[in-house]
């Protein structure tokens, strides 16, 4: 039922205009979010009769005027509008689709233009300016406003079942966008590209495969401590670390240290062990479970000594990398089993200052590891260093089980001074929260 307001006339409309004005207002935006919008065009004709310059009424009764068809009303409640509200991307956007109706796309293109120059992420004039283009022949710019369309819909209206006619489009237009991109800027760099190595023209080569829709931008997001200006780079050359080889030529001596505690059955602890009254998130099914276990040598910056001493050569090679140290925090150096059929979901780690380091020891196949888009199948004996504040996950589909030694080393462009400065830093966190806080695995 509509609540009608006192009539507005007589001595005490002056004084109590303005609460009146805001029921007003509050009631025919109601009416019109939940699609009532004759009943809300009364409504707004009476907020215009108070207060002619009224922008919101005007925008209102303009947009009905064009749903209608009465061009000439709406432009004329829409360049009122523009009188005293001129950056009202909503208003710029109403006036391209009237001047398409008529035909003139100019006028169209410039009201559209505008109204993505107020507001860059609203995704409606992207869309209206991608149908503008489209039916100008413009496609492969179309192609782009089709593309920001749907970097800015929310994913909850993309899944509007009225919008999925639209979406469709938009995401059809876009692969064929990338595709002839793809092709074009092949092309054009093929006889640069000609001869080279892999390694030479890896950026270039995973720059096309981004803009041509195959792999994402990587985007480090540090869940703690983050550190700007390092490249999120999802997985490093082993060839780059001088330290590698030393670590590697131990991998037969680990191996058997390995198969020692397998043999004896050692205590392998869950990994995942979130502190009571703490939310489990995605590590639900492996919270205090095995499935995926822990060999720990060094944890939080502690020696365990009784594990720790029935692996030395484990311990030894491990000296030869340059291990974070951080009091109360790290090394952290444990052996990771993952039993047949675990998945470890996808997660982002807590500081981008180390990379995570994995020793592949026992490695049946259906086993493999994704840091951003790139998935690695582990090799034994064969270092993996990553930074695993890139959303990153792992899983072992086979039916045997699979073991990695891991352990973090600083960041490679990390300095001596900033080493000491991410040490401070974390002491610094830890004395602020408390040391029982949950930090993360720094």
């Known amino acids: 039922m509509i609540m009608r307001p006192p009539t507005l006339t007589g001595p005490t409309m002056d004084t109590r205009r303005p609460e009146q004005l805001a029921a007003l207002v509050a009631e025919a935006e109601a009416l019109t979010r939940n699609g009532r919008s004759q009943e809300a065009h009364g409504l707004w004709e009476r907020i215009l009769a108070i207060d002619p310059e009224h922008a919101s009424a005007l925008n209102q009764l303009g947009a009905q005027a064009l749903a209608r068809g009465d061009l000439d009303s709406a432009e004329s409640y829409l360049q009122r509008v523009l009188a005293v509200a001129p950056r009202?991307?909503?208003?710029?956007?109403?006036?391209?689709?009237?001047?398409?109706?008529?035909?003139?796309?100019?006028?169209?293109?410039?009201?559209?233009?505008?109204?993505?120059?107020?507001?860059?992420?609203?995704?409606?004039?992207?869309?209206?300016?991608?149908?503008?283009?489209?039916?100008?022949?413009?496609?492969?710019?179309?192609?782009?406003?089709?593309?920001?369309?749907?970097?800015?819909?929310?994913?909850?209206?993309?899944r509007q079942q009225h919008l999925q006619q639209l979406v469709m489009h938009a995401q059809a237009a876009v692969r064929r966008n990338q595709d002839d991109l793809a092709g074009h800027l092949e092309d054009n760099l093929s006889p640069l590209l000609h001869g080279h190595g892999t390694r030479e023209v890896e950026r270039i080569r995973h720059s096309l495969d981004i803009l041509a829709g195959r792999r994402s931008f990587p985007a480090a997001r540090p869940l703690t401590l983050p550190i700007p200006r390092l490249p999120a780079i999802p997985i490093f050359h082993r060839e780059d670390f001088d330290w590698a080889p030393d670590v590697e030529a131990a991998f037969p001596d680990i191996l058997r240290e390995l198969h020692a505690l397998l043999d004896h059955d050692a205590d392998f602890e869950p990994y995942v062990q979130t502190p009571d009254g703490q939310p489990k998130g995605q590590f639900a099914p492996l919270d205090r479970n095995v499935d995926?276990?822990?060999?720990?040598?060094?944890?939080?910056?502690?020696?365990?000594?009784?594990?720790?001493?029935?692996?030395?050569?484990?311990?030894?090679?491990?000296?030869?990398?340059?291990?974070?140290?951080?009091?109360?925090?790290?090394?952290?150096?444990?052996?990771?089993?993952?039993?047949?059929?675990?998945?470890?979901?996808?997660?982002?780690?807590?500081?981008?200052?180390?990379?995570?380091?994995?020793?592949?020891?026992?490695?049946p196949p259906d086993c493999a590891l994704r840091v951003g888009d790139e998935t690695h199948v582990w090799e034994p004996g064969k270092l993996v260093m990553f930074d695993d504040t890139i959303r990153h996950e792992a899983w072992n589909r086979s039916d045997r089980l699979r073991v990695v030694l891991i352990f973090d080393v600083w960041h490679p462009m990390l300095t001596p001074l900033e080493r000491d400065l991410v040490t401070a830093m974390t002491g610094g966190l830890m004395s602020f929260y408390g040391s029982d806080a949950d930090l993360g695995e720094l």
């Not at 391209?96 to 100019?106: E, T, V």
């Not at 995704?123 to 089709?146: C, F, N, S, Y």
């Open 292 to 363: 995926w276990g822990a060999y720990f040598l060094w944890k939080h910056g502690r020696r365990i000594d009784d594990q720790a001493d029935r692996c030395p050569l484990t311990e030894a090679a491990m000296a030869r990398a340059p291990q974070m140290k951080v009091p109360g925090r790290a090394p952290v150096v444990f052996f990771s089993a993952l039993k047949p059929g675990v998945h470890i979901p996808p997660h982002n780690g807590a500081t981008n200052a180390r990379l995570t380091v994995h020793l592949p020891l026992i490695i």
């Open 88 to 158: 009202t991307a909503t208003t710029h956007a109403s006036l391209s689709r009237l001047h398409a109706i008529r035909g003139d796309r100019d006028r169209a293109l410039e009201a559209i233009d505008a109204a993505i120059q107020i507001d860059p992420t609203a995704w409606v004039p992207h869309v209206e300016k991608a149908r503008l283009l489209e039916e100008a022949g413009q496609l492969r710019v179309a192609g782009l406003h089709w593309g920001n369309a749907l970097n800015y819909m929310p994913e909850s209206v993309q």
